[in-house]
């Protein structure tokens, strides 16, 4: 079950991690949630910084916790206890995307952050433009 697969994963962070974790998951429930407003605000989040903030977060947290064998970033399985934040993370970004025409640049721009961002959206399989593989991408 969830619950006993997240005792599994818990028995290797400390209570302060467990509690960071939740909060860092919290405050970008917070983020996502603001990103559904107007497309100033989502300009003010990108002036900000808040998306390049974002978009390191993400990137580092899911090449760092799973990767295929082809490389390529994939979101944390169910296992992990910062799942929940790099999917809100990535929900944030495409919000922002959404209603600042800069911030859709600043995605466009990034092949690893529009994989995750596929695969947060429940993508398809793609196969890779090459010739030594024709075989499809996991989550993608």
Known sequence: TNSARAEDTSDNYTARGRKEIRMLTN????????????????????????????????????????SDNNGVSVLPNATQPWREACFRTAGSLINLAEKCPDVAIKLASNRKIIYIL?????????????????????GL
Do not use: M
């Open 27 to 66: 405050a970008l429930g917070a983020i996502r949630n603001s990103s559904h407003s107007t497309a100033d605000v989502c300009q003010s989040f990108y002036s900000y910084g808040l998306v390049d903030l974002l978009i390191r977060r993400l990137v580092h947290d899911a090449s760092a916790s799973a």
């Open 118 to 138: 596929l695969e947060t959206w429940g993508g398809t399989a793609i196969t890779r433009n090459s010739e030594k593989t024709k075989k499809p991408i996991r």
